[in-house]
């Protein structure tokens, strides 16, 4: 039944949910698109799903694995010149490696249908799956496993739009980095639970940017009333 409705958006594949809290997001962002995913949870499911994958013509992708076109705004595609565009996503790519010190990070600019999301943590199914196993059998030892993941950054949505326009100004050059810093956190914060150390580092960059945003605001005010 769920490859009947849903042939025309995806056909041959299955989105499901293993973690309604942590994948919430994506969830939301799914029923705003008039999409649908399944909810499998259990040792069992993991299990069928593999048995499935190799006898039927089907593919199992975890909500969270990977933008499908139907998340996409396709609309945008052609208002700008290609060039230009892809211009703009390599700039971003590469402020955001640069402010999280990761040059293997992989980065990628997509406009969505949603503008309310910034960006977004995509896992390779393969890397979601052993996450799973790892959280099903505790301390399982994934040293040697290349974890997979893939920061998609919305250009709809106006915080990113603003940070290209910010990121080539010096006096601005530190409120970037931590707004950048902030956004990987958040996109973080759907795929998993921050570590003590990312928690404290995240709360003690969110109170330095509530700090400097009412600065800000004061600073504009007193010109306001300067003129």
């Known amino acids: 039944d769920y490859l009947n409705r849903n042939s025309e958006k995806h056909k041959d594949k299955v989105f499901y949910v293993s973690d309604e809290k942590q994948q919430a997001q994506y969830i939301r962002m799914f029923k705003e698109n008039d999409l649908e995913a399944l909810y499998l949870d259990t040792m069992i499911d993991t299990n069928f799903i593999a048995f499935l994958e190799m006898k039927e013509s089907i593919k199992f992708i975890g909500i969270d694995a990977d933008i499908t076109d139907a998340l996409k705004d396709k609309s945008e595609d052609g208002k700008e010149d290609r060039k230009e565009d892809k211009s703009h996503s390599e700039d971003l790519e590469k402020l955001f490696r640069e402010a999280l010190d990761n040059k293997d ?107 400097r945003l009412a600065e800000f605001g004061g600073e504009m005010k007193r010109k306001q009333q300067s003129r």
């Open 105 to 211: 990070l992989k980065v990628r600019v997509e406009a969505l249908k949603t503008e309310d999301i910034p960006a977004v943590i995509v896992l390779s199914e393969q890397t979601r799956r052993m996450q799973e196993m790892q959280k099903r059998f505790g301390d399982l030892n994934m040293g040697n496993f290349p974890m997979e993941q893939t920061l998609v950054l919305n250009r709809k949505n106006d915080l990113i739009a603003r940070l290209e326009k910010m990121k080539d100004r010096a006096d601005r050059k530190d409120d970037v980095a931590m707004i950048c810093k902030h956004v990987y956190d958040l996109a973080m914060m759907n795929q998993r639970p921050l570590e003590p150390d990312e928690m404290a580092e995240f709360v003690k960059r969110s109170n330095e940017l509530l700090t």
